[in-house]
């Protein structure tokens, strides 16, 4: 439930926190029992606990078309990610992968630890793919198609310009956004939305992961996976891989602002997406993930531990998106707040830094002209208020409590 210092200085964190828990056990008992259902929903736990929560929106049937595309796409993501694996076999299984998931037999050996089970256990993948709608099965099998042969365009092709890199994101993460408004078309319940505005929600999420992935992507073994374009890096440094050195700090952090300000060309497109929609759970399905990443942009703006490891934001401020996200007001709200954190880093001196808040200024005047900012309560600045120390004493009473009971003389 996050730590004992970070609720200290935010105990405004632990209700959020405490609900998070408990939903997230709630999810964990709602394992379907047929075996195939089963090891999917326990893979899609294993896989991303945070997706495996926020699919529990959803009605059953969509919940399960879902939960199939995800592991199909993340099935795929593994055989493109295992760089162990020779490029004249993980070409073929890239652009036939559409093929398998229609096999009940088909598994191939790649992968580490829950990914490598999933690889080799595909079979009950296949076999819940089966049971779904035809409309849900053509949807997975197109983008898993589409996906499959831009992951092995990519396997043999650098990505050197940043329309190279808007098509890669296109292939891995767009394609995922335009795969979801199939099924949610299909599911009954929303008009099938732009492929444009689909791709972006894609695109800027996507994006969000590579930049907070650089540090774990270059160390990758036995290859560095490099998705940063060169047209851009290649303004700082000779080589990728220079950045995470500390000499070069500066031109690293200039590099890192360059491509959050590339990724906040999205956001608009986002906010359109999610403003049509009718369905309060795919809205929630869609919305926290979207907020989570303006979040994470806003903390790995100018920062340079980027480059020492993975920044991410505290579980308890994710407890909190997840908990307040329920609404357009929200988001607009969310997204106006965590653009007025990053807006407060820009450095004029930095090379981007009149691009950067041009962006910006167009994000917060979009989130202004919605006209609900003062329909929510703001999680993301902190109000200093009077009773915030109240808290941190209920808090420690509250810890001390449960400390005793798991005391040698507390119940067993």
Known sequence: MGSLGALVKHPDDFYPLLK??????HAERQIPSEPHWAFCFSMLHKVSRSFALVIQQLDTELKNAVCIFYLVLRALDTVEDDTSVATDIKVPILQEFYRHIYDRDWHFSCGTKNY????????????????????????????????????????????????????????????????????FHAYGTEDLAPDTLSNSMGLFLQKTNIIRDYLEDINEIPKSRMFWPRQIWGKYVNKLEDLKYEENSVKAVQCLNDMVTNALIHVDDCLKYMSALRDPAIFRFCAIPQVMAIGTLALCYNNIEVFKGVVKMRRGLTAKVIDRTNTMADVYGAFYDFSCMLKAKVD?????????????????????????????????????????????????????????????????
């Open 20 to 25: 998070l828990k408990m939903a997230s056990r």
């Open 116 to 183: 490598k089970v999933l690889m080799d256990e595909f079979h009950h993948v296949s076999t819940a793919f089966l049971e779904l709608e035809k409309g849900y099965q053509e949807a997975i099998e197109d983008i898993t198609k589409r996906m499959g042969a831009g992951m092995a365009k990519f396997i043999c092709k650098e990505v050197e310009t940043v329309d190279d890199y808007d098509e890669y994101c296109h292939y891995v993460a767009g394609l995922v956004g335009l795969g979801l408004s199939k099924l």
């Open 348 to 412: 004029k001196n930095d090379p981007s830094a009149q691009k950067t808040s041009s962006r910006l200024d167009s994000i917060l005047k979009t989130c202004r002209d919605s006209g609900v900012l003062n329909e929510r309560k703001s999680y993301i600045i902190p109000n200093q208020t009077n009773y915030t120390p109240l808290l941190a004493v209920l808090l420690f009473i509250l810890l001390a409590i449960i400390s005793a009971n798991r005391g040698p003389n507390g119940p067993n």
